[in-house]
């Protein structure tokens, strides 16, 4: 049996680092959980993390506030039994239950477990997109959390320093 539960520090992020792209920072980790329209929920199998998803809530001022599915894991060996599924299907319930009007995720077309995951949780497919990014740190420059900017890429879990082409690709 899973249990789906939200993640309130650190440690439990920490916990769970083997469900994300890149490395997890600590500091980070407590950035996001700082944020009231941020949410990361993990999936417990007999008290170990098998899966997560990160939601943020966004308000336009012609939209009003939908939540966006930033990011879904399961682990390799917890695939295909539902669990992606039942972290969609809970963060679609926050987001109800936070006034959201609507959850919507950029996933690449070749991502068949994603698509198929979302698609079980009753996520409609409403035609192709195409994403745009622009790197705002230079070699040079230094990040919000002062270190040197390394890409647009950090943002996917690629570390070009360590030899990785980096992905634009939404996650997801």
């Known amino acids: 049996m899973v249990v789906i539960r939200r993640a309130t520090s650190p440690a439990e992020v920490m916990a769970a680092a083997h469900l994300f792209d890149g490395p ?23 008290g170990v993390p098998v899966g997560m998803v990160t939601g943020m809530e966004l308000t336009h001022p012609d939209k009003g506030t939908e939540m966006f599915l930033y990011e879904l894991a399961v682990d390799p060996a917890h695939r295909r039994r539902g669990v992606g599924r039942e972290l969609v299907e809970a963060l679609g319930r926050l987001a109800r239950e936070r006034g959201c009007h609507g959850m919507w ?25 195409t994403m745009m990014a622009r790197d705002l740190r230079g070699p040079d420059d230094r990040g919000a959390e002062g270190e040197p900017g390394r890409g647009i890429a950090d943002a996917h879990g690629e570390h070009p320093e360590a030899g990785a082409e980096p992905d634009r690709r939404p996650t997801g």
């Open 24 to 46: 997890v920072r600590p500091e980070w980790a407590q950035r996001f959980l700082n944020e009231p329209t941020h949410h990361l929920l993990l999936a417990d199998r007999e």
């Open 105 to 129: 995720v950029a996933v690449d077309p070749d991502n068949l477990p994603a698509r198929a995951a979302y698609a079980a949780a009753g996520v409609v497919e409403e035609g192709p997109a």
